[in-house]
């Protein structure tokens, strides 16, 4: 665990002063913005604020061995690392407090996420890529702590997918897998799974990565003796340091106050990982947190005096002057005039970015108090009116909400009149919601040409001879021709590579393309995933492989957290187009049933939830995402595998529509919808009921997430006036979504003569065995009986009561 002193070149005295004087102007840099974004959350301009403040040296040195090409996935407290890159200025740093809505002012999210979340853009405004070797990245950050890790261990596993799987075109993603993916995280972070699980897996793996773990020995208010076995996590970890005989970790130790030896550290632990794939981890001690966790609350309640003393003492940037002058690089007197010039232009950045964040508002304040006092003047309610005006007009430094709020209610005073004011009121505020509404709800999917529900639809083509296969075999050969069309396609997961998949969907396809394209993992979800996203946001198209979809629970975090929100948190200057496949409904048991759809649509907006009902409809989605760059969620029937299905001969041409239903049989009496395995006994149900004179039409949901985008089911209830919808999930869960949608959204209710009703799965989980299923999920009889006795309702005379 010694840290290599060698340095990659030798340089005169004059350029290591101006080094060192550069590194120090950044350094009290980020911290005068800290400091001053403190008291703008304080004196309420910003909601809240958590800063990079007392880990600012080590980040100068993690920049320092940063190359084009390389990627950070790291948390909240990386500003000195951003502005050492040039990726982040302080009036940026300022925007992004005051969450300015404009991209081009606040470059991190558009106000979309707090402050202290940091990226850089990898697309071009049509969503193609940039050429990222050419630019240092930083993947997009999420507040969740240890969120980070997963992605990370896809960031460097790339690296490794471009280094040694021929026939990818690497031009825009990689120069030869020489690229780093450098993590960051809190001490006190280390303690959560994922960090745990991406630490194994990246030691499995042998991935180039290097993750600096930020000790100040707290965690929030909680000391590390709450946190961390030792109390230090180098220590407990060093069982997974290599040795000769042992693949594993390099780690390395080193003060955050000390200047040299932390650019010692991380260039050998670049060149570690850059050169040999070894991941590498560097535990960043005696650090120190000048302004306790965040705005929420002050680290005098939980700090004694003798630390708030030692850390007033050790505080790196405190340090690194102390050395400086030592050294006799500058005077005291040089840097504090350095000082000074640096609060300044802080202090007139701070001021310039509220200004530019107020200046839109104030137009809009000032557009309305003029339509505002024309509507009065013709209005009995002037006096009202005139009111909400003043009040307005009061706010001297007005939000978007003050605007909104003032404008909705003034309408209240006008209505049923019919003035040209009061239109030119109506108009602006319209105008002004939707415009606004905009800023804060776009690109939760992609807004280019290659979304997902623009790819047409083509229909699996048969010819007389073809052939009745089982529904896995249609997969196993789609995924034959999907992975020959598209060298930078992918998969892995448990059991998926040298067996197959559990179902053998894969059969074979491991010995033909590779145990790295086709690859098992460990058993560990969230660290798949993570694989997945990582490698997604640097071009290559994975699929991540969750063995029953009972089991995404475990990685349900950085699917909602860190995929789902990617798109949309950074407007549109990211993508990971990752294709999760699994499988569920049927198979009974409480952990082994698969249908807890009500969860996931709405956790996972942001993603395509796909639930073919047969392989063939699988098979055609996967084809549809490939042409596509956004990340879904595939659930193939875990029944369907064996089933007979006549094999299309255009494998890896068809595409199944996204959003888009299909009526499987046509009806007269009542529609009912469903999707997945419930399908086939829907249908069964429906061919029993037409032996007592009711004819059901079928509709298969296919995609949940989006629901029916062309309205069809609406035609349908045109048509029969009944609404059954039926699915596994438990009460109020996916089939309530649905109905929702067709019957709010799509307006149905005009058509229906009878109560729109649901059924589902019992509200408990489904117990074990054909009879514990039978009981616990919909059958055929529960379907036959629920629309016999809608039926009824409606015409008892026809169809007397049942039982």
């Given at each position: ?698 509709i298969d949901a296919q995609t949940l997430l989006p629901f029916d985008i062309r309205e069809d089911v609406v035609k ?88």
């Open positions: 665990m010694d840290v290599s002193s060698k340095t990659s070149n030798d340089i005169s005295f004059d350029d290591f002063k101006e080094q060192i004087i550069s590194d120090y102007k950044v350094a009290f840099l980020s911290r005068s913005c800290s400091l001053l974004g403190r008291k703008e959350v304080l004196t309420g301009k910003a909601k809240f604020g958590i800063f990079g403040d007392g880990k600012e040296l080590p980040q100068l040195a993690m920049a320092k061995s940063f190359r084009n090409g390389d990627f950070r996935s790291g948390y909240y407290r990386d500003q000195t690392f951003m502005m050492a890159l040039g990726h982040l200025k302080p009036k940026d740093f300022f925007h992004g407090l005051y969450a300015t809505t404009d991209m081009e002012k606040e470059p991190m999210s558009a106000g979309r996420q707090m402050g202290g979340h940091f990226l850089t853009y990898s697309l071009n405004e049509d969503g193609s890529w940039k050429d990222l070797t050419k630019q240092k990245n930083s993947s997009s950050d999420i507040s969740c702590t240890a969120g980070q890790m997963p992605r990370l261990l896809g960031l460097a596993q790339a690296s490794k997918i471009y280094r040694n799987v021929s026939g990818i075109d690497t031009s825009k993603f990689s120069v030869e897998g020489n690229e780093v993916a450098w993590g960051t995280i809190g001490n006190a972070s280390t303690s959560e799974g994922m960090f745990w699980e991406t630490i194994n897996a990246a030691g499995v793996l042998q991935v180039p990565m290097v993750v600096s773990v930020w000790d100040d020995e707290y965690g929030i208010s909680v000391p590390a003796k709450h946190h961390t076995t030792k109390e230090d996590i180098s220590k407990i970890l060093s069982g997974f340091q290599r040795d000769e005989n042992h693949k594993g970790f390099e780690i390395l130790k080193v003060k955050g106050w000390d200047y040299t030896a932390l650019m010692h550290a991380y260039e050998n632990a670049s060149d570690i990982a850059r050169q040999e794939h070894v991941p590498v981890l560097i535990h960043v001690t005696e650090l120190t947190q000048p302004q306790g966790h965040s705005t929420s609350g002050s680290h005098e309640r939980y700090k004694d005096d003798k630390r708030l003393a030692w850390e007033r003492d050790n505080d790196c940037n405190k340090r690194f002057k102390e050395w400086i002058i030592e050294s006799g690089i500058a005077t005291l007197e040089e840097l504090e005039s350095l000082e000074k010039q640096i609060k300044r232009s802080v202090r007139e950045a701070k001021k310039e970015a509220w200004s530019e964040f107020l200046e839109e508002n104030q137009t809009a304040k000032k557009s309305l108090v003029h339509l505002l006092n024309k509507a009065a003047s013709k209005s009995p309610n002037k006096n009202f009116i005139v009111r909400l005006k003043n009040d307005l007009i009061a706010i001297e430094e007005p939000i978007k909400k003050d605007i909104a709020s003032t404008a909705r209610k003034s309408l209240r005073y006008l209505i049923g009149e019919t003035s040209a004011e009061r239109q030119a009121l109506l108009k602006w505020t319209s105008g002004f919601l939707e415009e606004e509404q905009t800023k804060f709800s776009s690109h939760l999917y992609s807004e280019n040409e290659n979304n997902a529900t623009k790819i047409a639809s083509i229909k699996p083509s048969y010819t007389e001879a073809s052939e009745q296969v089982d529904g896995r075999v249609i997969l196993r050969d789609n995924f034959d021709k999907l992975f020959e069309k598209n060298p930078n396609a992918l998969i892995f997961g448990e059991d998926t590579g040298a067996i197959g998949d559990v179902n053998q969907g894969l059969e074979g396809l491991q010995e033909k393309y590779g145990a790295l394209r086709i690859a098992d993992t460990g058993i560990r979800e969230t660290t798949i995933i993570g694989q997945g996203i990582g490698m997604a946001l640097r071009g290559l198209r994975p699929i991540a492989e969750i063995q029953y979809l009972d089991y995404i629970f475990y990685a349900l975090s950085t699917l909602t957290d860190d995929l789902a929100s990617l798109l949309y948190r950074t407007k549109g200057k990211q993508k990971a187009p990752l294709i999760v496949r699994t499988r569920g409904h049927r198979l009974e048991g409480i952990w082994h049933s698969g249908s807890e759809m009500g969860g996931l649509i709405h956790l996972l907006r942001g993603m395509y939830i796909l639930a073919p009902r047969n392989m063939t409809q699988a098979a055609g989605f996967y084809n549809t995402l490939m042409k596509s760059d956004e990340p879904a969620l595939v659930i193939e029937s875990l029944n369907g595998y064996r089933l007979k299905e006549p094999k299309p001969n255009n494998l890896g041409e068809f595409c199944t529509p996204i959003g888009v239903v299909e009526t499987i049989k046509q009806g007269a009496d009542i529609t009912l919808v469903s999707y997945g395995s419930t399908l086939r006994i829907v249908e069964q149900a429906a061919f029993e009921l037409q032996e007592v004179g009711i004819d059901a039409e079928i349908s209830v045109e048509k029969t006036n009944r609404l059954l919808v039926i699915d596994e999930d438990v009460p109020g869960g996916c089939s309530a979504y649905i109905l929702n949608e067709i019957v709010e959204k799509q307006g149905a209710y005009r058509f229906l003569d009878s109560a729109p009703q649901t059924l589902t799965a019992r509200a408990h989980r489904p117990a074990y065995g054909t009879d514990g299923d039978y009981f616990s999920k919909p059958n055929s009889e529960d379907i036959f009986e629920k629309v016999y006795a809608i039926m009824h309702e409606a015409n008892p005379n026809d169809y007397p009561k049942l039982r």
